[in-house]
């Protein structure tokens, strides 16, 4: 399943599928993005993040791509399972001193058990 | 290591009321900042301390809003007087400073009636 962050707040996946999230960041001048992912009742969570000077970056069951060119993000879950169930934001910042981290509008994954 | 926490957890007031929101950050953290996330949208930065002294306030709504960070420590949210659009989940979160990641707390869901 595939969302477009912004214009499909509602991703529904089956279990055990590959899940992409989408965003689209705004600032040109940002150098380090991340995604956090927020369930139900709780604060948001890191999952992974990725700099500037990468273009993939890869965790246990997750893969954050940047394509700066078009400022765009991704966050795939492979292997989706119902405990990934949860609303994931992008977010964008500048490193260096303090950091004011902008968030997207986020997209709720729903998984289909 | 404790995380950080946020006092209330949920706080229901009517329109006119106050209310004051507190976040004690994690242990040595310099950097403190203030979200907020109404209902459907992004998660809204509101300002940023570092230590005691408030480094980015741009995100505050208006003045009904005042926060403060009193030795460096805890900090406390205020709005006075609070208003139906300020219903939303306000949420803390602190950093050391210079590095990239933000521990989130659990937020204070805010409902104004």
């Known amino acids: 399943g595939e969302s477009v962050g912004l214009h499909l707040p509602t991703l529904s996946v089956q279990e055990g599928d590959n899940s992409i999230i989408n965003c689209a960041y705004s600032?040109?001048?940002?150098?380090?993005f991340i995604w956090y992912k927020q369930e139900s009742g709780k604060g948001p969570q890191f999952i992974i993040d990725i700099r500037s000077n990468m273009d993939k970056r890869q965790g246990q069951r997750v893969t954050v791509l940047l394509n700066k060119t078009v400022k765009h993000l991704s966050l795939q879950i492979a292997a989706t399972q119902p405990g990934d169930s949860a609303v994931y934001f992008c977010?964008?910042?500048?490193?260096?001193?303090?950091?004011?981290?902008?968030f997207g509008t986020g997209t709720k994954l729903q998984v289909i058990p | 290591e404790a995380g950080v926490t946020q006092f209330p957890s949920h706080s229901v007031i009517e329109k006119g009321q106050t209310v004051t929101l507190r976040c004690d950050p994690i242990s040595g953290h310099d950097n403190l900042y203030w979200y907020r996330r109404v209902m459907g949208k992004e998660i809204k930065f509101l300002l940023h301390?570092?230590?005691?002294?408030?480094?980015?306030e741009s995100g505050m709504p208006n003045n009904r809003f005042l926060a403060e960070r009193t030795g460096g420590t805890y900090s406390t949210l205020k709005v006075q007087p609070a208003e139906l659009e300020d219903s939303g989940v306000y949420f803390c979160a602190s950093s050391q400073v210079g590095t990239g990641g933000l521990f989130f707390g659990s937020g204070t869901q805010l409902s104004v009636l």
């Open positions: 977010a964008e910042t500048l490193t260096g001193g303090y950091q004011k981290v902008t």
């Open positions: 301390f570092v230590k005691e002294s408030k480094q980015d």
């Open positions: 600032n040109s001048a940002s150098d380090y």
